[in-house]
C-alpha cells in the first residue's frame, strides 16, 4: 500500500495541473483581498447614513467557491486523466485489486485538500480583518475564537469536495461529465431550489453542499440563501456522505468493471 500511495503521490507532483488547481485554489486569498479593498472603499466613500445601514457578506463564504471547484477538478482529474490516457490500465495491471489505487488517489487528494481548505479560508479571514477593520458595523471585529467553528467548517468542505470530485471521476470515467456535475451542484442545483415554493425551498436547500458549513457550526450572523433546518450533528453527517459515497460507489464500480 505504501508503494502504491507513493505512485499517487508521485503522480500529483509530476502533472502541472495538479500544481495549477492548487494555485487556483489558493488564489481565492487574493480574491478575498480585492473583495475587501473594493467593499472598504465604497464604506469610506458613503454617507455616515449610508455607513449606518451598510452590510457585507462574509468574505470567506464567498470566495470558497473558488477552491471548492478548484480541488474538485482535481479529484476528478485524478482519476479520469488516467482513462484519457490509458494509464489506468497499467495501473491496475500492478495493482490488480483496485481498491489500493482508488484509496491511495483519496488520500492524496483528501490531504490536499486539508491543506489548501484551512490555507484560503484562515487566509481570508486574516487579510479581510487587516482590510475591513470596524467597518460594517464591526464584522470583522468578532473574536476569532467565535469565529473558529465557521471557519473550521468552510474548511472541511474543500477537502469533502475533492473527495467528491474523485468520487464522481471514478463513477462516470468523464471530465467534462463530472466537472459539469460539480458545478452543477455549487451553482445550478441551488438556484433552482431557491425558485421552489416552500417549504421544499429550505428543506432542499438545506441539503446542498454549500449550506453545510453554516448549519455544522450554528453560526447565521449573516443572512445566507440556503436552507438551515439540520441541526449540526445531521449536517456534519451530510457532509461526510458527500465526500465518501460517492468514492465507495467508485469502488464499488471499479472492482465491476473490465476497465
Same mark, same amino acid.
Given at each position: ?34 473583495? +475587501? ?66 484509496? /491511495? ?9 486539508? !491543506?489548501?481548505?484551512?490555507? !484560503? ?56 461529465? /463530472?466537472? +459539469? ?58 457532509? +461526510? ?19
Amino acid at each position: 500500500m505504501r508503494d502504491v500511495l507513493s505512485a499517487e503521490w508521485l503522480k500529483f507532483r509530476s502533472v502541472r495541473s495538479s500544481r495549477l488547481t492548487v494555485l487556483l485554489a489558493l488564489g481565492g486569498v487574493l480574491l478575498g483581498a480585492g473583495l +475587501a479593498q473594493m467593499a472598504a472603499g465604497m464604506y469610506d466613500s458613503a454617507s455616515p447614513a449610508q455607513q449606518a445601514r451598510a452590510s457585507v457578506a462574509e468574505l470567506e463564504e464567498v470566495v470558497l467557491m473558488l477552491p471548492l471547484l478548484a480541488l474538485g477538478v482535481l479529484g476528478v482529474l485524478a482519476m479520469t486523466s488516467e482513462y484519457a490516457t490509458g494509464l489506468i490500465r497499467s495501473s491496475f495491471t500492478m495493482v490488480p485489486r483496485r481498491w489500493p489505487v482508488l484509496t /491511495a488517489k483519496a488520500a492524496v487528494v483528501g490531504l490536499i485538500g486539508l !491543506v489548501t481548505g484551512p490555507a !484560503v479560508v484562515f487566509g481570508t479571514h486574516v487579510v479581510c480583518r487587516w482590510i475591513i477593520g470596524d467597518r460594517f458595523g464591526g464584522l470583522y471585529q468578532t473574536p476569532f475564537t467565535d469565529k473558529l467553528p465557521l471557519l473550521a467548517a468552510f474548511a472541511l468542505t474543500v477537502p469533502a469536495f475533492a473527495l467528491l470530485g474523485l468520487g464522481l471521476g471514478t463513477i462516470l470515467r468523464s471530465t467534462a461529465g /463530472a466537472i +459539469a456535475l460539480l458545478v452543477g451542484l455549487v451553482y445550478v442545483i441551488p438556484m433552482i431550489v431557491s425558485k421552489f415554493p416552500a417549504p421544499w425551498d429550505e428543506w432542499l436547500g438545506s441539503v446542498m453542499i454549500i449550506a453545510l458549513p453554516r448549519q455544522i457550526s450554528g453560526d447565521f450572523t449573516t443572512p445566507g440563501i440556503y436552507g438551515t433546518s439540520l441541526p449540526p450533528w445531521a449536517a456534519a453527517g451530510l457532509l +461526510a456522505a458527500y465526500a465518501l459515497l460517492p468514492v465507495l460507489a467508485g469502488l464499488w464500480l471499479l472492482r465491476r468493471r473490465d476497465v
